[in-house]
């Protein structure tokens, strides 16, 4: 284990944030959250609680703050950095991970976020609503349904999109042979069946991510990952040991199917919801909605008896990261500390990796 390198602490740069439309083409048209490395005028901003953003989801919700500064100017140096697409959760919205997000910027990646539409926590009350409880299984189906046919395309966009120089904030700044992805639930199904449409996608990391086989009746996602890669991606599995959304046999079928090279990591404790910003509101918000989602939300156990999420988060945090710095950079540190005792280091930060 490197003693030098420490992917759990935040990086040496400010973070920006904007938001920014994607014009797809047609009639498609999807947010993204894009957050990237500042100018050092702005160093300390983002973790002050006056000055660092704050955001709605929807109207009628309590604000959120994160870790970064709204519509801030970039570096000004001619440094080049990689790029991490990131993709929400069935349900989820682009900034339910800014924990994950702001971090990896901190460190000198643009990530990026798009609003998978149709899909979205917004969408999922329209997706419910009128529905008779017998229908709930046939609307969920076509919930699912809806976003394979779109989602690998935004992701592909979104690469596009900045590599193309539509956002002025970070036009020519993003290296082409550094691209990454990443993504939960939904998201992680997502980031792998683009590794498989997209060979710019050098580098994964997928986080309790379903398409395993063995799961929910009629679930369409087995069938429709992709895992058919024509080169290597080095691909990392955080998931939940206590996920009673994608049960941890299905994962594990996922990713016995997945190419090497690969790694897996399961969080002692953890559920669905340990890899969102606030855990806990959504794990009780699921434990609420049985009439969208019947017998899953009716197992969830209540939070008390799952890890402290702050520790769930370190160790996305500091696994992603790493992975991201020793297969997008070639930082010999980070290849170090992986192939180290990972398992002490996540226990030195509450987390706990199990078999």
Not at 44 to 57: I, K, N, S, V, Y
Not at 95 to 100: A, I, K
Not at 227 to 241: C, E, G, I, K, Y
Not at 305 to 315: I, N, Q, R
Request: charged share 20%.
């Amino acid at each position: 284990m490197s003693e030098s390198y420490d992917p759990f602490a935040r990086g040496h740069f400010p973070v920006g944030v904007r938001s920014v439309p994607l014009n797809e083409g047609g009639e498609r048209r999807v947010p993204v959250e894009l957050w990237y490395p500042a100018d050092d005028a702005y160093a300390g901003a983002d973790l002050d609680p006056e000055r660092r953003d704050r955001f709605r989801m929807m109207p009628g919700v309590p604000v959120t703050p994160q870790a970064a500064v709204r519509d801030v100017a970039a570096r000004p140096s001619g440094e080049r950095w990689p790029l991490v697409v990131f993709s929400h959760g069935l349900g989820g919205h682009r900034r339910q991970s800014t924990f994950l997000c702001t971090h990896l910027a901190s460190h000198g990646y643009v990530v990026a976020a798009p609003d998978h539409v149709g899909t979205t926590f917004l969408d999922a009350i329209g997706v419910f609503t009128g529905e008779g409880r017998t229908d709930r299984g046939a609307a969920m189906h076509r919930w699912v349904e809806g976003g394979i046919a779109v989602r690998p395309g935004d992701a592909i966009a979104v690469i596009d999109a900045l590599l193309g120089g539509a956002v002025a904030t970070v036009a020519g700044r993003i290296d082409a042979a550094r691209i990454g992805m990443c993504g939960h639930s939904f998201g992680g199904w997502t980031t792998l069946t683009t590794v498989a449409r997209d060979a710019r996608v050098r580098a994964a990391v997928v986080l309790a991510p379903p398409g395993g086989r063995g799961g929910h009746a009629n679930d369409p996602l087995p069938e429709a990952v992709k895992l058919d890669w024509s080169r290597q991606v080095p691909t990392l599995f955080v998931v939940a040991a206590r996920d009673c959304i994608v049960p941890l046999a299905t994962v594990r079928d996922l990713y016995a199917r997945t190419h090497s090279p690969k790694r897996l990591y399961v969080l002692d404790g953890a559920d669905h919801m340990h890899f969102l910003d606030d855990a806990k509101k959504a794990h009780d918000l699921f434990r609420l909605m049985p009439a969208a989602f019947g017998p899953l939300a009716g197992a969830v156990v209540p939070f008390a008896e799952l890890m402290p999420p702050l520790a769930a988060l370190d160790a996305v945090r500091g696994l992603s990261l790493a992975h991201f710095d020793a297969h997008l950079r070639g930082e010999s540190a980070a290849r170090a500390w992986l192939d180290g005792d990972v398992e002490a280091a996540l226990a030195g930060r509450g987390a706990r990796i199990t078999g």
